[in-house]
């Protein structure tokens, strides 16, 4: 029942930040993970960063001291502040939700880190 809607993928260059944006509606309980997925071309699905509630959060060692997960519970959005992006971190970025109600996906947004 949860709707998850992404945005602020786009283009950038090595170095440079973007911060994406995953906007839930529907029935959100109290307890629930909130996380940001990635998948590259011909690679699987890997983790990214989540934040749970009680705001715990948790990252991949790949984007550790480079990405920020975070949450405005009011508006029922969780970010992801990336900075010093490199070409590796090239992917479709999927937000996660999972709560008592079930899981939900995000539609995706590519990032594109080139110069």
């Known amino acids: 029942q949860v709707q998850l809607v992404e945005s602020g993928g786009g283009l950038v260059t090595p170095g440079g930040s973007l911060r994406l944006s995953c906007a839930a509606s529907g029935r959100i309980f109290s307890i629930y993970v909130m996380g940001w997925y990635r998948q590259a071309p011909g690679k699987q699905r890997e983790f990214v960063a989540r934040?749970?509630?009680?705001?715990?959060?948790n990252y991949a060692d790949s984007v550790q001291g480079r990405f920020t997960i975070s949450r405005d519970s009011a508006k029922n959005t969780v970010y992801l502040q990336m900075s010093r992006l490199k070409p590796d971190d090239t992917a479709v970025y999927y937000c996660n939700y999972k709560g008592p109600s079930g899981e939900s996906w995000g539609q995706g947004t590519q990032v594109t880190v080139t110069s």
């Open positions: 934040i749970t509630n009680r705001g715990s959060t």
